[in-house]
Every structure is written in C-alpha cells, then in structure tokens.
C-alpha cells in the first residue's frame, strides 16, 4: 500500500495551526518526481507567535514548569519522546525514505539513532542537576563564589534536509535537556518527520510552547526566526553561504549562534591498506546518504604506488552499489533529494569535465532508471587542484581523486580546502595514523573507517565548516548561560570609602 504523508499544520503551543498566511509547500518524491503531499508555510506572522509561545513556556509557573524544573523532570520527556519515536520506527523511516530519497535501512537506521540520541540527552538531563551549581574557590575568604548553568533561554533551530529528523534532533534534544524552550525550523526540502516530531510531543504531553516546528522557507520562516529579537539563540546546521546570512543577522542583536556548515573532507589512503577494505570504506565515506553528507569524505587521496589497482578495485565495487527506489530491498543508492540538486549535482560533473578531468566511472542517470532524480556514483581523476571539483561541496555521490608520494604532500593536499569539518586516514601503521591525524585540520578524524558517527563523541568543524560542538557532553552547553554567583560573607563594612558622620 502506498505511504501516504500525513496532513499536518503548524506545531505551535502544544496544538496545531494553520499558517497565518494558509499558504502550503508541495512535498515531492524524488524517485517519481510526483507531488505526494504538502507542509505548512510558515512566515513571520507565525514566527511571531511562535517565539510568545515559547517565551511563555520558559516562564510559566515561575520557570517550575520547565526552565527550572530538575534535569529529571525533563529527563522524563526526552525518554517518553524516545520510545514513542522507537513504536513508530517503520512509518518515521518510510517517511524519511519517499521524503529525501535515503534507502530505508539507511533511514531505519537513522530513526534508531533520533531514539538513541534523545536518550541519551535525558542522561545528561539527570546528570546535569548535580552539576548546575559549582563552587569556586576564591584567594579571598570575604567572598563564597559559585556557578549557576541555566538554560540560556528562547532557542531558533534551523536544520537541512540530508538527515531530517536527526538533524532536528541533534538540537531539539539537548535544547530541552539544558530547559530551553525551541523553535525547529527545519527545511523545506525535506521536513515530513519532522512535523511528526510534534506529533509524538503531543502524544507524550510535552508542556505547551517548549517545542514549536515551524515547516517552511528559508527566507520566509528562517530569517525571521534568526532575526527575531526575542529569540535568544540560533543553532545551524546548513551551507556555509546560508550559515554566513545567520550569523549575520544574529550579529545585529549580538546573538550568539552555533554553526554547522558543509564540507570538502579528504580521505587518505597510504599503501599498506587491504584494498577492498578500504575501497568500501572510501565509497561509504562518500556515497552514503546519497552523498549527501557535510562530512562526506568527498576528495580520495590515494599513494601513487597502489593508485592504479585502487581505482580499479573502486570501480569494480562501484558496479555492486544497488541504484534503485529507497523502498526497494537492498537499496544502496536512492535519488538526489530534488531537482534543483540534481541539476547541480550534474552541472559539478560537466564542468568537472570541461576543466579536463577523467570521469573514471558514473557521471550520468543509470540507464535502468528513466524517471526520478538519480546520479550514478562517479568517481574523477585527474583533478588539478585549481579546479572546481576539488575545491567546493557537491553534495551528490561524487568523488574525486589524486595521488600523492610523501605524507607531508598527502598532509598538504588534505588540507588544501577552507572547510574544516571531517577528514579520514587509512592505513595498518598506527603511528602514521596518529601523525597524520594531528595534522589534518578538522573537528573530526576517523582513523581506518570513514562517517560512523555516535551521540557520545562531539562534532563539529572548524574554518568555513563552522564554530561550536553538538552532541557528546558538551553538546548541552550550546543551550546553557554561565552565570557567575559572588557572596560577601564578611560581616565587616567594606571599608572602601569614608562612612558619613552619623
Ligand atoms: P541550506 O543552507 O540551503 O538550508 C539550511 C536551512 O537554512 C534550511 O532549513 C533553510 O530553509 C534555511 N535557510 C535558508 N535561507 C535562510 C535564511 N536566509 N535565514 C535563515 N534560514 C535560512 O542547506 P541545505 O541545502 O538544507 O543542506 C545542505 C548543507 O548543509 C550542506 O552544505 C551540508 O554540508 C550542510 N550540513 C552540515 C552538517 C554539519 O553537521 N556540519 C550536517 C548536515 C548538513
């Protein structure tokens, strides 16, 4: 029986609304091209309610409701969030699958880690209460001084399209672990689950206003989201030239924000590697998810002395990558998310080639698929550092390749781009590894493997990847406020100027 996408409104204030402005974005399925339902378009009309709604969250019943409940408490909804998201598991996946084109074991796998991570945030939840206030300790026995952690208030959350629920979730689970309230904008390309979100939040009771989703378009329900005066931070994850016009807005009211924007990662390959071991790990890093990942390890730094039955090893493992419909059993390649993107994707290849690369493999629609947004999985050589392909995210299942002699060259070109988000190393000496992965300058190394990721360990990059770390321990910080406590505790006068005569 076909899925059918559920017909949703707003989730503002614990209930459903239909847009102020009533109008809807079409939901397209990328495999068939076809219009299979709509989402609700937010503007700055229901951004306006939206962030009263969350703002009378936070303060309801003097904060007792929420903001400062205990970390159990809210511990207590992240978990029923949990399970509710695990009962729905098999539609939530399907959902994600005719949404953005992800093969549904891949989207299977993501609802369990939307659990996992929800979970694991209501840990940090309980753990938090013994560690909200801290002492200390002063050179001066006059004064007692401690720390307070506290929600840092009203929090914008504006997410893509690649992992839609579990980008979602990378924010809106520590958010609420921290006791903010929230406003998940996520995109419009691809925001069905997400509006089930606010739909298992309705089923587990979440107090009215502490999670609003506002489905919807960037310049429309974005923007004013980031610019909205009583929002009191932004939390992105999306490209660096729409992380850029965030940070810019959120500048005029100096609000802080959290950037997590794309990628050109390296993976390098030294000799001594099994070969298919690592031409498996080589195409996962960059055909996973449609190749559509920030940290897809997207340029292959290969040593020249294994380069030729390395490639050939590619390709060959290349030809077993099950291209098909997401639904379909064994599916490890579905469609680009859509057509602008596909165009895009496309446009990177024929310039890749007008530039003098080698389209080793791929490069075109597979011949078995007529319809639908598909991209073979392609590989270029002969790249020159000078060109496009090299130097900027494509966002598709597409990976390019050079070869290097030394280390310090492999160490040089993997660095060679502005972004800083991931970078891979394969190779049996373990040393080399540590050396190498010192030098690469991201926020995440995978060593031996390429884009496991897990909510205990933090992520992020650095350069035009972004600023600020989710998930791991430190993920609750991007919602919490120090507050520094200092207690005169003398009962001596200060002492500091002339008392007045009595
Ligand atoms: P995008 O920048 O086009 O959109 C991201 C979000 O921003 C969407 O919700 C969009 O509606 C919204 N938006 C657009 N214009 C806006 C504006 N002016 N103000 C406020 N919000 C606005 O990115 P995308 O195409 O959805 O996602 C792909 C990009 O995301 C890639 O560059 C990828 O590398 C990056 N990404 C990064 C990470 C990471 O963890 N670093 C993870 C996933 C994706």
Redesign the pocket.
């Known amino acids: 029986m076909a899925i059918q996408i559920p017909s949703r409104q707003l989730f503002i204030d614990g209930e459903w609304r239909e847009p102020v402005k009533r109008n809807r974005i079409p939901v397209i399925n990328p495999v068939t091209e076809e219009t299979i339902g709509n989402v609700p378009a937010a503007t700055a009309e229901d951004v306006n309610i939206a962030v009263e709604a969350a703002r009378k969250a936070l303060f309801r019943n003097g904060g007792k409701d929420w903001a400062s409940a205990t970390g159990a408490h809210r511990a207590k909804y992240l978990r029923a969030i949990a399970a509710k998201i695990t009962e729905k598991k098999s539609e939530l996946a399907k959902l994600e699958a005719i949404d953005c084109g992800k093969p549904l074991e891949e989207a299977a796998w993501d609802i369990d880690d939307v659990a996992g991570c929800f979970e694991y945030f209501a840990d940090i939840a309980e753990a938090f209460d013994s560690k909200k206030k801290t002492p200390v300790s002063l050179p001066m026995e006059t004064f007692k001084c401690h720390v307070l952690k506290e929600p840092i208030g009203v929090v914008g959350l504006?997410?893509?399209?690649?992992?839609p629920l579990l980008?979602a979730t990378w924010k809106v689970a520590p958010a609420l672990a921290a006791g903010c309230s929230a406003i998940l904008?996520?995109?419009?390309?691809a925001s069905v689950t997400c509006l089930e979100l606010a739909e298992v939040c309705r089923e587990v009771g979440l107090p009215p206003g502490v999670l609003n989703i506002l489905t919807g378009?960037?310049?429309e329900?974005?923007?004013p989201?980031?610019s909205h005066p009583h929002v009191d931070k932004i939390a992105?994850?999306?490209?660096?030239?729409?992380?850029s016009?965030?940070m810019m807005?959120a500048a005029q009211l100096v609000k802080p924000v959290t950037l997590?924007?794309?990628?050109k990662s390296p993976i390098v390959v030294f000799e001594d590697v099994d070969l298919d071991k690592a031409a498996e790990w080589s195409l996962f890093g960059c055909f996973w998810t449609n190749g559509?990942?920030?940290?897809a390890t997207s340029r292959l730094l290969v040593h020249e002395s294994i380069a030729e039955a390395f490639l050939d090893k590619l390709v060959k493992w290349c030809e077993n990558i099950k291209i098909s419909d997401p639904l379909e059993e064994g599916c490890r390649l579905g469609p680009i998310v859509s057509s602008g993107q596909y165009e895009k994707v496309m446009k990177f290849i024929s310039t890749a080639k007008d530039e003098g690369a080698t389209i080793l493999c791929g490069g075109k629609r597979p011949e078995h698929l007529k319809k639908g947004f598909f991209v073979e999985p392609t590989i270029i050589t002969d790249v020159k550092t000078s060109m496009q392909i090299w130097k900027e995210?494509v966002?598709g299942p597409v990976l390019c390749v050079k070869t290097f002699a030394t280390e310090d060259e492999a160490i040089e070109l993997a660095n060679d781009t502005p972004y800083g988000?991931g970078a891979a190393v394969l190779s049996q000496d373990l040393e080399r590894c540590e050396r190498v992965t010192k030098a690469f300058q991201v926020g995440i190394v995978w060593v031996n493997c390429s884009q496991p990721c897990f909510s205990q360990a933090p992520?992020?990059?650095k350069k035009r990847?972004?600023f600020g770390r989710?998930l791991g321990e430190a993920g609750i910080e991007n919602y919490l406020n120090v507050k520094q406590v200092t207690d005169y505790v003398s009962n001596d006068p200060w002492g500091w100027y002339k008392p007045p005569a009595k």
């Open positions: 504006i997410t893509p399209w690649n992992y980008m904008k996520p995109s419009e390309l378009l960037g310049p329900a974005g923007a989201l980031a992105f994850t999306g490209s660096s030239a729409t992380g016009k965030v807005a997590e924007l794309g990628g559509q990942i920030c940290s995210e966002f988000l992520w992020g990059g990847s972004g989710e």
